[in-house]
């Protein structure tokens, strides 16, 4: 049980992000959409290059 407690810094823990959840609800599916949080370029804006 005592392996499970290591560092965080320690070398030998793979640092991996966050689970994501796999159906998001309500807020949570609009927080992840690109376009809302970066202004990204729209494909279908004239302005598009």
Not at 10 to 28: N, Q
Not at 36 to 46: H, V
């Amino acid at each position: 049980m005592i392996d499970l407690q290591k560092a965080p810094d320690d070398p030998l823990i793979d640092r991996k992000p966050p689970p994501v959840p796999t159906d998001p609800i309500g807020d949570d599916l609009d927080e992840r959409k690109p376009d809302e949080r970066l202004p990204q370029k729209n494909p279908a804006d004239p302005e598009y290059s």
